[in-house]
């Protein structure tokens, strides 16, 4: 199985309103990864979770299979929620089959590209979680913006739930306390070390 990491563009906001006690604009990098495993390909980060960033891509996969939690899509779909949060349907419900899942859920079957409910940045947030050849590593999107997000605990502004975001980061650190390596979804600093398709990630 191999990933690979790529840079889709580039958007700039308030330091302050992605974490507590930020100062100042920054650059946030806007990342997909494409894992591909003898089962097949998938795509993380245009249709995991509902936010423009993240699903700005659907349309040029017309026949993919969109896989996310049950929770986040109902949340998609309801037009209060989504004007809330910030879901626009028309970027991501493009009559791709869906199918919604509720927990941790297994892509492949065999333990190696796993969906990992996250939530608290919205209400079905998912990470993927990855046993790659060279030890296991952790995708986890807007559940740690950037590294100080894990190692401080300082959350965005706009945060669905901080209980249970705060339990993800939970989540997140003991995967790493375990060797996990933890990719931040919109780390400038860190996504500067990350190899770039065509290369892969080792």
Request: include cysteine; charged fraction near 20%.
């Amino acid at each position: 199985m191999k990933l690979y990491a790529m840079t889709c563009g580039q958007i700039t906001g308030e330091l302050g309103y992605l974490m507590e006690g930020g100062t100042g604009k920054v650059t946030l990098p806007i990342p997909a990864y494409l894992i591909v495993h003898p089962k097949g390909t998938a795509l993380f980060d245009t249709g995991m979770h509902l936010h423009f960033d993240h699903v700005g891509g659907n349309a040029l996969i017309p026949n993919a299979t969109i896989i996310v939690q049950k929770r986040e899509w109902q949340a998609g779909i309801d037009p209060e929620m989504a004007r809330l949060r910030g879901f626009n349907r028309r970027d991501f419900d493009l009559g791709q089959p869906v199918r919604q899942v509720d927990g941790e859920y297994d892509v492949f079957g065999d333990g190696r590209v796993v969906c990992l409910p996250t939530h608290g940045h919205t209400p079905g947030h998912q990470s993927l979680r990855l046993r790659l050849d060279s030890g296991e590593v952790v995708l986890a999107g807007d559940a740690c913006y950037f590294c100080q997000t894990l190692h401080e605990r300082r959350l965005p502004t706009n945060v669905f739930d901080r209980d249970a975001m705060h339990a993800s980061l939970e989540r997140l650190a003991a995967l790493e306390a375990g060797g996990a390596r933890i990719f931040f979804g919109h780390d400038g600093e860190f996504w500067k070390s990350v190899p770039q398709a065509p290369v892969a990630i080792i």
